[in-house]
């Protein structure tokens, strides 16, 4: 019976083996931990330190900024990214800034959006984990978001990129002890992204982002990159691992031989980009409301003590009036 397991054993570790030898895993496309401090196939600039166990986008320190890019253009059609990555420092309640992966034209451009160039042209995914979110929305921070740029929409990090955003969800992946993951797919066939994430020490995927009417052209280059404003972090590479997908086509309306290099990117139910100065014409920021909140409380109080006082001071005359007599 011993060697029956064995042997299965065995044939398992072979069949698992050979599946991981199919050539789905593009190596010009990845990082492995433990790559040392030289890495085919990326560059990377500004603040990055690169170990043998992380590459650290930016240091713990105010006014960093840092990134690592791809030299070898993906023309993979269908795609998913494992991003092993770990945001930590010692900041309790206020940290910053965050960072971001990328599929973009723009490589190792810095800039003023995580470390790296606005209007860029591809996707970008955000992870924001300034603690003091700006804008009008209610979301939770960690935050992750995704945008698709065709190098003219602009990143506004007053609204956290909700004004322009595809979709996006509420994760604590900042300052976890055990590993955090996302997992972020493409497919070019379907025009679907999907992002999972791996934050809870639960060992499972949880959605986070899924939309379809995604157009993404072949030929751009993967990145990552991080910055650090009056508040820091840490934040850590820990491996970037590619894989070609093969996807189903679902929709009549997907074009099978479409040539995928020249598409501009493009999302179908992306949040139409809305200036922050429309908005405020629009309507009352949450700054404004509480401002009036608290002056309206501030006047009924005035108004009640300004009451209180004028009774108690007209008894006082009546109470004076009728010792006289």
């Known amino acids: 019976m011993e060697v029956f397991f064995s042997i299965f054993f065995l044939f398992i570790s072979k069949v698992l083996a050979d599946e991981e030898t199919k050539g789905y895993l593009r190596r010009e496309h990845s990082i492995f931990k433990g790559a040392g401090p030289s890495i085919p196939y990326w560059d990377f600039h500004g603040s990055t330190f690169i170990s043998s166990s992380y590459i650290r986008l930016t240091p713990d320190h105010q006014s960093k900024a840092g990134g690592l890019w791809n030299t070898v253009p993906c023309h993979v059609k269908d795609w998913e990214m494992l991003l ?34 606005d209007n860029f042209y591809g996707l970008g995914i955000f992870f924001d984990t300034y603690s003091n979110h700006n804008g009008e929305h209610q979301h939770e921070h960690p935050y992750i978001s995704a945008m698709i740029g065709n190098g003219s929409v602009h990143y506004d990090h007053d609204s956290d990129g909700t004004h322009s955003q595809v979709d996006g969800c509420s994760a604590s992946f900042r300052g976890r002890g055990d590993d955090t993951y996302a997992l972020i797919r493409y497919s070019g066939t379907q025009n679907r992204l999907t992002i999972l994430v791996d934050v809870d020490s639960k060992n499972e995927w949880r959605d986070c982002v899924d939309v379809g009417g995604v157009k993404l052209p072949t030929g751009l ?36 031989d479409e040539d995928r290099s020249i598409i501009v990117p493009f999302a179908s139910g992306a949040e139409p980009f809305r200036d922050r100065v429309e908005d405020v014409q629009g309507s009352f920021s949450t700054s404004t409301v509480k401002v009036f909140t608290w002056l309206f409380w501030f006047a009924l109080v005035a108004c009640c003590v300004l009451g209180v006082s004028l009774y108690v001071y007209q008894k006082r005359q009546e109470d004076s009036k009728k010792r006289f007599y």
């Open 84 to 117: 092993h990555f770990k945001v930590h420092g010692t900041g309790d309640t206020l940290f910053g800034d965050g960072f971001s992966f990328w599929y973009t034209k723009d490589r190792m451009q810095q800039g003023d959006v995580f470390g790296s160039k």
């Open 221 to 256: 280059y993967f990145g990552a990159s991080a910055a650090t404003g009056q508040l820091a972090d840490n934040h850590d590479i820990i491996s970037m691992k590619l894989y070609e997908t093969e996807m189903p086509v679902v929709s009549s309306e997907v074009e099978g």
